[in-house]
């Protein structure tokens, strides 16, 4: 058997993921905009076109590129009428919806925070050594990766081997364990950083877990070294290493993301409480004044 599954059902997959991609969009654009209204920013129009145009723009471009690539050298590529069908569906479908999304997640009231945020920068003390951005990343994905690592590279010969998969349930517990591994490496390394009296911890919480796309490339490359042994014309070559770049730039976003709404949850939390505990301190003493007073 080749593959995963026969050309009609692979064609009928691929046209749900489409889809779901693009009822998704409402999802997109509600977390963008509460998300951004939280944070006070200006401008949500802008931040929503950016949702809306700035992956699958990338993704797009990649794609009808190599489809070029495709019909210049004679091989198999899309038909144009397919390539249109797709832009209808971008900019038909998926951007009003993720519109949509923003418009409704931005007249919901603002996500608020336990504490104001101080107008001054407080000084950041001298930081240990593997607290550094390098060495999260390194420590941050390499748990991440090996968990994923024998689906990914199954899953990598199916597509560019044509080798059968179907443990498609094993797979998505895979990717659930990937998604709550990086989720927790995440939390772990904010509360490392707040520790450290580092508040900067936004960026490094996104960084350090969506580097596992870096990773995957990486992979990518063991994939194409061991199995191809450089057996491939130039154009594949150019083709297998410009989709693989893609997936890890979506990885590493979709896991960037991931790290960065679990530390935001994490200080929500942990700031809740201690606002929480501030305020029964603050009854306490207030009830102990009032019995001393009578």
Not at 151 to 176: K, N
């Amino acid at each position: 058997k080749r593959g995963s599954a026969p050309p009609p059902l692979r064609r009928y997959y691929f046209s749900c993921v489409l889809l779901i991609y693009a009822f998704m969009g409402f999802t997109a654009g509600y977390t963008t905009s509460r998300l951004f209204k939280s944070f006070k920013g200006r401008g949500w129009k802008k931040s929503t076109i950016l949702t809306a145009v700035s992956f699958p723009g990338v993704v797009f471009l990649v794609f009808v590129v190599f489809n070029s690539l495709a019909m210049v050298n004679g091989s198999f590529a899309v038909p144009v009428f397919v390539v249109f069908q797709l832009l209808v569906l971008w900019f038909g479908i998926t951007t009003p919806i993720i519109f949509w999304g923003a418009y409704v997640g931005f007249k919901r009231p603002r996500i608020e925070f336990p504490f104001s945020v101080n107008s001054t920068p407080r000084e950041i003390p001298c930081q240990p050594w593997y607290m550094g951005l390098i060495p999260t990343m390194i420590v941050g994905c390499f748990i991440p990766l090996m968990i994923w690592y024998h689906e990914l590279f199954r899953i990598m010969s199916s597509l560019w081997l044509h080798q059968y998969y179907g443990t498609f349930g094993i797979f998505f517990f895979a990717f659930l364990m990937l998604v709550f591994t990086c989720a927790e490496i995440a939390v772990v390394f904010t509360y490392c950083h707040l520790l450290q009296e580092d508040h900067r911890w936004w960026w490094q919480s996104f960084i350090s877990v969506g580097s596992t796309g870096i990773y995957v490339l990486g992979v990518s490359l063991l994939f194409y070294v061991t199995e191809f042994r450089g057996n491939s014309s130039i154009s594949a070559c150019v083709l297998y290493f410009g989709f693989m770049t893609l997936a890890s730039f979506a990885i590493f976003l979709m896991m960037g993301s991931v790290g960065l709404l679990s530390s935001l949850w994490f200080n929500w939390t942990i700031y809740s409480f201690l606002e929480r505990e501030m305020g029964n301190h603050h009854t306490d003493d207030l009830s102990t004044v009032t019995l001393l007073d009578g």
